[in-house]
């Protein structure tokens, strides 16, 4: 039997003013005008994310248990994410550095700090299991590997096509393999650190 807590809504909305402040950091480094003010950001986004969490228990309840539980590993997603990217445009906008070996290690600390957030994340809210920091780093070194190194080969081998501004490219490389690393790290976490334990 699943449940939506008090305490997921209020992890969901938390989560969801965090991201909204991330986003604010990307705006900005990217100049990006939008049709209404930026500041608006929190107020709209961070429901959002609690109607999400809440539509995918009502599937989960409906259907499939794990389906809440992937909405969960979704929101802790969104905000690494929206971590990695925050992190990185801040870099950006406080260096105005947008590509060579800086690039990397700037890819590399944003990465970092949204591995931090999961492993915390995933541990106490979406699998609430015990699970290895070993394991875990296992997994997210797989998709280390394929996150910050197809960023860089977007970055400095492929590199922005004509009329898309290197800040821009950044985050098109940053956000190019999200899908693959999410569904990777899912899979990861549910079968390898925080499986279940046979008795």
């Not at 986003?23 to 480094?29: A, E, G, R, S, T």
């Not at 801040?90 to 957030?117: E, M, P, Q, R």
């Amino acid at each position: 039997m699943i449940f939506f807590t008090k305490k997921d809504a209020y992890k969901a909305l938390s989560i969801g003013f965090v991201v909204s402040l991330l986003l604010l950091i990307v705006i900005q480094n990217l100049s990006i005008v939008l049709p209404v003010s930026k500041y608006w950001l929190p107020v709209l986004f961070t429901p959002l994310m609690l109607v999400g969490l809440y539509v995918s228990f009502v599937i989960g309840k409906i259907w499939r248990p794990f389906v809440y539980q992937f909405g969960k590993f979704f929101v802790v997603g969104l905000s690494n994410t929206f971590l990695d990217l925050g992190v990185l445009n801040f870099l950006i906008l406080f260096t105005n550095i947008t590509h060579g070996i800086y690039f990397s290690i700037f890819k590399g600390i944003s990465f970092i700090c949204a591995v931090i957030n999961s492993y915390y994340w995933n541990k106490f809210w979406t699998f609430q299991k015990q699970g290895s920091f070993g394991l875990f780093f296992l997994v997210v070194s797989g998709s280390a590997l394929l996150n910050i190194g197809w960023a860089t080969y977007m970055v400095e081998v492929v590199k922005a096509p004509a009329g898309i501004a290197p800040k821009m490219w950044d985050n098109i490389a940053a956000l190019s393999s999200v899908f693959l690393v999410m569904t990777w790290n899912y899979l990861g976490m549910k079968f390898i650190v925080f499986r279940k334990k046979l008795d």
